[in-house]
């Protein structure tokens, strides 16, 4: 009798550590203006804003710059900067292309060539990472993300575990 119960709590545990990490969404690798790369555009900002639009951003995605080195580069700006396309105290930057740059935090980024007047005609790109239910907004943050909507699939594999977590418990006691 012992032997069976334990023999359905390890399978109960077997459940719920297969069924949990898929709750937990992967990092995506977003490749920017997808196989126009990150180049000049010939209709100036929307080919980014478009491509921007047409994704989600994750903490711990991703973002792909395809560039030639030594033509163009990518500079992380504040939003003040990003308007006028200054890069004088650029956030980061990368000179290296291409470039993988991981979003290690929620909230509006901000990205432009410091070349010539690539940002000014249009190499110039906006996101918003989303944060995730469990990371909180940086102290201060004026913009704070909205969380993601939890989608029904999520909701599914969270609860399916602890039901059968339950039942089993209901049975030993
Ligand atoms: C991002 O990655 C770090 C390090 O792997 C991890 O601790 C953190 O929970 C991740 N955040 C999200 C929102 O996935
Ligand atoms: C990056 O750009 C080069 C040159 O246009 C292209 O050959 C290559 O396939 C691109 N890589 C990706 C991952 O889009
Ligand atoms: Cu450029």
């Given at each position: 009798?012992?032997?069976?119960?334990?023999?359905?709590?390890?399978?109960?545990?077997?459940?719920?550590?297969?069924?949990?990490?898929?709750?937990?969404?992967?990092?995506?690798?977003?490749?920017?203006?997808?196989?126009?790369?990150?180049?000049?555009?010939?209709?100036?900002?929307?080919?980014?804003?478009?491509?921007?639009?047409?994704?989600?951003?994750?903490?711990?995605?991703?973002?792909?710059?395809?560039?030639?080195?030594?033509?163009?580069?990518?500079?992380?700006?504040?939003?003040?900067?990003?308007?006028?396309?200054?890069?004088?105290?650029?956030?980061?930057?990368?000179?290296?292309?291409p470039a993988t740059l991981t979003l290690t935090r929620?909230?509006?980024?901000?990205?432009?060539?410091?070349?010539?007047?690539?940002?000014?005609?249009?190499?110039?790109?906006?996101?918003?990472?989303?944060?995730?239910?469990?990371?909180?907004?940086?102290?201060?943050?004026?913009?704070?993300?909205?969380?993601?909507?939890?989608?029904?699939?999520?909701?599914?594999?969270?609860?399916?575990?602890?039901?059968?977590?339950?039942?089993?418990?209901?049975?030993?006691?």
């Amino acid at each position: 009798m012992a032997a069976s119960k334990l023999m359905m709590v390890v399978v109960v545990m077997a459940i719920a550590s297969f069924r949990l990490p898929h709750t937990v969404a992967q990092p995506q690798r977003h490749v920017v203006g997808d196989t126009f790369g990150w180049n000049v555009p010939n209709d100036g900002p929307t080919t980014y804003t478009t491509w921007a639009s047409r994704q989600t951003f994750n903490v711990n995605d991703t973002l792909f710059f395809n560039f030639t080195t030594g033509f163009h580069d990518v500079a992380e700006v504040t939003q003040a900067a990003y308007g006028p396309c200054t890069n004088a105290d650029p956030i980061s930057r990368e000179t290296n292309g291409p470039a993988t740059l991981t979003l290690t935090r929620p909230g509006n980024h901000y990205y432009i060539c410091t070349f010539g007047t690539h940002c000014q005609i249009g190499q110039k790109l906006t996101i918003n990472v989303v944060g995730g239910s469990t990371t909180p907004p940086p102290a201060g943050s004026t913009t704070p993300p909205s969380p993601p909507a939890p989608s029904s699939a999520s909701t599914f594999t969270a609860v399916v575990p602890v039901t059968f977590l339950a039942a089993a418990l209901a049975l030993f006691y």
